[in-house]
């Protein structure tokens, strides 16, 4: 079975500090590919990242970073010095053999003046 | 270029009527999917095409639902009749395969059944 996890429902935290958004993963396939996407209140999907499993390597873009690893099966994100604008709720998804995206139940991230 | 599009953005309508939203992929891509995200049941697969063949269909909700893609370039989700349960909101998205499927999502149709 394949399913995704983010354990933290809400967030909470005031600008400019860093937060972690925590996903675990499940999946008997050998290749798979690990998302995120940023949901703001305006309701639209936003991809940010793909991860491919064969590529352990840490991603760096601006502020965002990606900290993937295949031993504990998680695929954490972290926002540096977060901003208003990140106030979103943000999914990460795992696509398996059969072509479609499994959302985890995400993540709601409220950042604070 | 343009993202997908769909129409409406908004739809109201009354218990038992008919319901066809509609779903134009970026083009060139060779993947359609369609979603559907509830506060209790959060972002699940209805239904997806690959170069316009169903392939998956098992997240349909039952009969009622149907999905149609006649070309690449559009498809059409179809509701009949329309029950309070299904107000959600729906999104479509579209993939390349040879981009690693990345999925590029619609804005969404904001369905209320009354």
């Known amino acids: 079975a394949q399913k995704v996890t983010q354990a933290q429902t809400e967030i909470s935290v005031v600008e400019k500090e860093d937060v972690t958004l925590d996903c675990v993963y499940e999946?008997?396939?050998?290749?798979?590919?690990l998302f995120w996407y940023k949901q703001p209140p305006s309701g639209e999907l936003v991809f940010l990242i793909r991860r491919n499993s064969f590529d352990e390597q840490n991603e760096i873009s601006g502020r965002y970073s990606w900290n993937f690893q295949k031993s504990t099966s998680s695929f954490n994100f972290t926002i540096t010095a977060s901003q208003v604008v990140d106030s979103a709720v943000y999914f990460c998804?795992?696509?398996?053999?059969?072509?479609?995206?499994?959302f985890g139940k995400g993540t709601k991230l409220s950042v604070k003046p | 270029d343009a993202g997908v599009i769909q129409s409406p953005r908004h739809e109201v309508t009354e218990m038992g009527q008919e319901v066809t939203l509609r779903c134009k992929p970026i083009s060139g891509h060779d993947y359609l999917f369609w979603y559907r995200q509830t506060m209790m049941r959060g972002l699940e697969l209805l239904i997806y095409f690959n170069n316009n063949v169903p392939i998956d269909d098992s997240g349909m909700p039952e009969d009622r639902f149907s999905a149609k893609m006649p070309n690449a370039s559009f498809s059409t989700l179809k509701i009949q009749p329309s029950e309070p349960r299904d107000s959600a909101v729906y999104f479509c998205?579209?993939?390349?395969?040879?981009?690693?499927?990345?999925?590029?999502f619609g804005p969404g149709t904001r369905l209320t059944v009354t």
């Open positions: 998205a579209s993939s390349l395969r040879n981009r690693n499927y990345e999925q590029y």
């Open positions: 999946t008997r396939d050998t290749t798979y590919y």
């Open positions: 998804a795992l696509r398996g053999s059969q072509g479609n995206l499994i």
